[in-house]
């Protein structure tokens, strides 16, 4: 009798310490989702009391609508001291997907150009890109762009009263390049209040070759910045400026440098179909 | 000594047992299956009778002041320096108009493309046009209206949150040549980021319409002349300048304060 009473202690100790080790086991297993936690205790902090008979498992029991209804009917709440001890939410932190995600995706983009640092031309042109996203920060892209130019008046007033010919200051018939493209920012603007549009703003840095209207070309350094605004899964409208340095021979025979500011705006399609989470 | 060893040989199975089972109980617990179609396959936006895009917004402009101070660059200024310092003042009328003024005082001197002037090879001789002759933009006073369209956040790699605002510009005022000053209009659309409740961060795209004179002066059949090597001719007085309407794209750079 007195082995069996040993036996028994022995196991209420047993059960009582595996309890509290298995317990212990889900504290450490959940401290991998600090996010969920986070919630999940400020949660905890505003709960109300919890009723003793409640059990999550109940919910598969509750089939029954005519049991429900008469659940809700005995389930009048008197007592509302309660609400007066509820403490707003320290911290909150929101996990939602993005809502155009790049990553092993292809973005294809065509977009119209101009110039914007040339006093003396109108540049205007198009642009093709190709992407390809690594991460959804980092991506690389290929750029081709032709551009197209007219005297402004400018020009031609120092060609007729000062006799100076402005075509030897040159501008760029086209571009040919590759880029590393960082996109370091991620955030949402609403529309008057009305409507939300998720955009990135990025960064892009490379070199190619730039052909110039004075019959030369040289290697190109190209440094850029844009954002991204998704229209769809697919589709996004896209601006940015970009500087291409370069050096060329000029009419005279000279090499001479040449720095461009390049407005960028267009539309982009991106491919394959997204996977989600 | 036996009956002894199997007692506790029995005891200790039962206490593995039981804390195999506990913990396989409690592991059980933190499973929860459910059915993939019911499982949402992708994000989208909930639409809404009354859509309310920001509450609680961060940011508060409504009703408030600010000043800022910028770097401006006309960028398709062809003779004059292309440098200018502005500084502006608003009142927020609510989260979206805000009315204000700026004012920009240009740097003196030539841009890259007037000092090339200078000296320049024409056809047979030497060319030397000395632009300095001709009346150079001095400043320009505008009142200018913000349309703040969109408001939004943006995140720099998860580590930092800010607001920023997007918005649409109007402006109509004078610009002040060295001769006289010009009626103008300026339209454009900037970005502004919230560092703090207060401090921002701000660029934007104008350009500017207004008539201004014509700094290519011809000399040929003319009294006066631009080149400086011309001791026949003078420098021609700034009436002599005709004028026309001219277009100029600024990118301006700054920061500004909100109280």
Do not use: C
């Not at chain 2, 007037?114 to 000296?119: I, R």
């Not at chain 2, 047979?124 to 969109?150: K, V």
């Amino acid at each position: 009798m007195q082995m069996d009473f040993k036996t028994l202690f022995t196991m209420i100790l047993a059960i009582f310490m595996t309890s509290h080790i298995a317990l212990a086991s889900e504290d450490s297993s959940s401290t991998s989702g600090d996010d969920l936690n986070v919630i999940e205790m400020e949660l905890d902090k505003a709960a109300p009391p919890q009723q003793p008979d409640y059990a999550p498992g109940a919910q598969s029991q509750k089939l029954d609508a005519n049991e429900d209804k008469a659940e809700a009917q005995n389930n009048k709440l008197t007592d509302f001291s309660g609400l007066t001890k509820l403490q707003p939410f320290s911290e909150i932190s929101v996990i939602q997907k993005r809502f155009l995600p790049k990553t092993g995706r292809l973005q294809f983009t065509g977009a119209f150009s101009t110039i914007t640092n040339n006093p003396w031309f109108l540049t205007m042109g198009v642009s093709l890109k190709a992407a390809y996203y690594f991460t959804e920060a980092w991506g690389i892209e290929g750029t081709y762009t032709s551009m197209t130019s007219s005297q402004k008046t400018s020009a031609q007033e120092l060609h007729d009263n000062n006799g100076v010919s402005a075509d030897s200051f040159g501008f760029p018939k086209n571009y040919i390049g590759v880029d590393a493209k960082y996109t370091p920012f991620y955030g949402k603007m609403a529309w008057l209040n009305r409507k939300i549009v998720p955009f990135e703003h990025y960064f892009t840095v490379g070199g190619g070759n730039t052909s110039v209207s004075t019959g030369g070309s040289g290697p190109t350094l190209h440094i850029g910045t844009g954002q991204n605004f998704a229209l769809s899964k697919r589709f996004s409208a896209n601006w940015d400026f970009s500087v291409m340095n370069y050096s060329a021979k000029a009419t005279d025979g000279t090499v001479q440098s040449f720095s461009d500011l390049l407005l960028t705006v267009g539309m982009s399609f991106f491919y394959p179909e997204a996977t989600y989470r | 000594m036996i009956k002894n060893a199997l007692k506790g040989l029995s005891l200790f199975l039962i206490f593995f047992l039981v804390t195999f089972l506990l913990q396989r109980v409690a592991f059980a617990a933190e499973v929860v299956e459910l059915p993939m179609e019911e499982l949402a396959t992708e994000s989208v936006y909930p639409v809404f009778d009354k859509p309310v895009s920001v509450k609680n917004r961060n940011i508060i402009t409504a009703g408030r002041f600010e000043i800022g101070a910028y770097y401006g660059n006309a960028l398709t200024e062809p003779i004059f320096n292309t440098s200018k310092f502005g500084f502006s003042a608003y009142y927020h009328l609510n989260e979206e108009h805000a009315l204000g003024v700026l004012y920009e005082k240009n740097f003196s001197g030539l841009s890259k493309y007037g000092e090339q002037l200078k000296d320049v090879p024409g056809q047979g001789t030497q060319i030397h046009i000395d632009f300095t002759r001709a009346p150079a933009p001095e400043s320009t006073m505008m009142l200018d209206y913000n349309f703040n369209a969109f408001y939004g956040k943006m995140s720099l790699s998860k580590s930092m949150v800010f607001n920023l605002t997007t918005f649409g510009s109007v402006a109509a005022g004078i610009v002040k040549y060295q001769n006289k000053a010009y009626p103008g209009i300026a339209v454009g659309l900037g970005q502004k980021y919230h560092m703090t409740k207060q401090f921002s961060l701000r660029w934007d795209l104008r350009m500017f319409a207004n008539n201004a004179p014509i700094p290519f002066y011809s000399s040929t059949n003319n009294p006066y002349t631009l080149d400086p090597t011309d001791g026949t001719k003078n420098a021609p007085p700034y009436n002599q300048f005709s004028e026309r309407l001219t277009y100029t794209t600024n990118l301006n750079i700054g920061g500004a304060y909100m109280f």
